[in-house]
């Protein structure tokens, strides 16, 4: 019998990317929206946060769930509204789906939940950030924290329970690559603050293989930072990306404290950044695809 998979999040980038690798390994997907869908190949279900309301039998069928969903933090300016969305999508969100599950004494597999890199603090320092590390004292690290916590609930119903902390997500697909390269095509590309802040990311196949790997090996619990083993700061990305577009960078680097006067405390996710380790998930046996931004790009860039 196919196991089923229920995906949160399901019609983001990451969720839509992984629905089809799963229909493609043979797994039933299943998907909780606001809104009620019809599909032939993946089955709607719906729920309401704000409301507290689910229809239960999204997990009460489900023997995995992947917990994607969540306000984008980076979308909007943080206004004091704003960042309680932000906690309010992914841990009242989380709240929901554990008190179905233990009210309804359903037993799931796993529970795989997205956190950030930004767990680490956004800052930038020469420390190599592993899963060890603590939470950082500022606005992401808190949201991570509490993020994660609501996960490991599930574990006091002797459910496995996985953490992958992402970095930028690397995809065709619009997302963060699009909002990079556009103005670099454009021929307006720079480079940000002072260029030294790293920036953690991961090929979208690489991300959603780990979610398979998460689903599929039971070795696999806790936290892992999901991210591309090599380091990339914002100069050397951003001139990457301009190479593999044959465009030049000419323009002077845009200055920290202006983005600060536009994007507010938000403009840290972009001026600030550490190195992460990728070396835990490598020790479980996972092999990256795309381990270096060249390789990433060139599939990225491609026509094909």
């Known amino acids: ?5 229920l995906i949160t999040g399901g019609t983001g980038l990451v969720g839509k990317r992984l629905t089809k690798k799963l229909l493609k390994k043979g797994y039933n997907v299943s998907i909780l929206s606001r809104t009620a869908k019809q599909s032939d190949t993946v089955k709607y279900y719906t729920w309401n946060i704000v409301e507290k309301t689910i229809d239960k039998q999204a997990v009460l069928t489900a023997d995995y769930i992947i917990h994607l969903a969540g306000a984008g933090v980076a979308d909007k300016r943080w206004t004091k509204n704003r960042k309680k969305l932000i906690i309010d999508s992914r841990v009242k969100s989380v709240e929901l789906l554990f008190n179905t599950a233990k009210e309804n004494n359903h037993k799931l597999k796993a529970f795989i939940s997205a956190s950030g890199t930004n767990c680490y603090g956004t800052t930038t320092s020469e420390k190599i950030f592993t899963e060890n590390d603590t939470f950082a004292n500022d606005f992401l690290g808190k949201v991570c924290e509490l993020w994660e916590n609501a996960a490991n609930k599930f574990k006091s119903l002797d459910i496995r329970v ?12 619009g997302g963060a690559f699009e909002k990079l390269s556009k103005p670099i095509k454009l021929g307006f590309g720079s480079i940000i603050g002072s260029g030294k802040q790293y920036m953690p990311w991961i090929h979208i196949n690489d991300l959603c293989e780990m ?9 696999i619990n806790g936290s892992y930072n ?3 083993p090599e380091y990339q700061n914002n100069e050397s990305f951003t001139k990457l990306i301009a190479k593999s577009f044959n465009k030049p960078i000419w323009l002077p680097k845009i200055p920290s404290h202006f983005l600060r006067l536009i994007l ?3 403009s840290t996710i972009v001026t600030e950044g550490s190195r992460v380790s990728s070396k835990k998930i490598e020790r479980t046996g996972f092999k990256f695809k795309y381990p270096t931004l060249e390789s990433a790009l060139k599939n990225l860039v491609s026509k094909h």
């Open 1 to 5: 019998m196919k196991e089923t998979v």
């Open 162 to 173: 996985v953490k992958l902390r992402t970095g930028i997500v690397l995809s065709k697909s």
């Open 211 to 219: 979610y398979i790997s998460a689903i599929e090996k039971n070795s």
């Open 226 to 228: 999901a991210i591309s």
């Open 264 to 266: 507010g405390e938000m």
